[in-house]
T-cell receptor, first 115, second 109 residues
């Protein structure tokens, strides 16, 4: 398994506050992804990165920003948290995404509650 | 974009076989994945299909028909530890994954 950690694992915050979630990997994988998981919706892609300083939007990017200044770290920021952003957030990594299998490896998740 | 459908829940008996179907409509296709997710845990990779046909991996098999936009995951000799959610995911030509909502499988003794 890829060494992927997420911090914090649990967080409760108030509406309107900024929140930053961190994903750290030790596998030197080029690709990193942020998903959110909600009942009835499955996993939905928020943002992804295909290299240091190279990021792009996913399906549900509104209200979120990301940064990747090092290969091993991918940060997700909720600029002004809303109750609709209460969710479980998963980080994932992948190698090249260009050839063959290249499955994604998932971190343990962060449970975020916005009150 | 992708539209991926799979049943919400299935129940089966220990030792039995269960087949989880997944249908998809896609604007670009570059592989189909199945992931297993136990409650409160991260998804873990189970299988991958990019060409039509059956891929077998121990007690788990996955089938793909690209012309029909259809896949299934077959779980044989069910064990209690197989109680989990099973996620179907399609990779597009931009190498992003789109996931179905997941099928919760409950294995009863």
């Amino acid at each position: 398994d890829a060494g992927i950690t997420q911090s914090p694992r649990h967080k409760v915050t108030e509406t309107g506050t900024p929140v930053t979630l961190r994903c750290h990997q030790t596998e030197n994988h080029r690709y990193m992804y942020w998903y959110r998981q909600d009942p009835g919706h499955g996993l939905r892609l928020i943002h992804y990165s295909y290299g240091v300083k190279d990021t792009d939007k996913g399906e549900v990017s509104d209200g979120y920003s990301v940064s990747r200044s090092k290969t091993e770290d991918f940060l997700l920021t909720l600029e002004s948290a809303t109750s609709s952003q209460t969710s479980v957030y998963f980080c994932a990594t992948g190698t090249s995404g260009r050839i063959g299998l290249d499955e994604q490896y998932f971190g343990p998740g962060t449970r975020l509650t916005v009150t | 974009g992708q539209n991926i459908d799979q049943p919400t829940e299935m129940t089966a008996t220990e030792g039995a076989i269960v087949q989880i179907n997944c249908t998809y409509q896609t604007s670009g296709f570059n592989g189909l994945f199945w992931y297993q997710q136990h409650a409160g845990e991260a998804p873990t990779f189970l299988s991958y299909n990019v060409l039509d046909g059956l891929e077998e991996k121990g007690r788990f098999s996955s089938f793909l028909s690209r012309s029909k936009g259809y896949s299934y995951l077959l779980l044989k000799e069910l064990q209690m530890k197989d109680s989990a959610s099973y996620l179907c995911a399609v990779r597009d030509t931009d190498y992003k994954l789109s996931f179905g909502a997941g099928t919760t499988v409950t294995v009863r003794a």
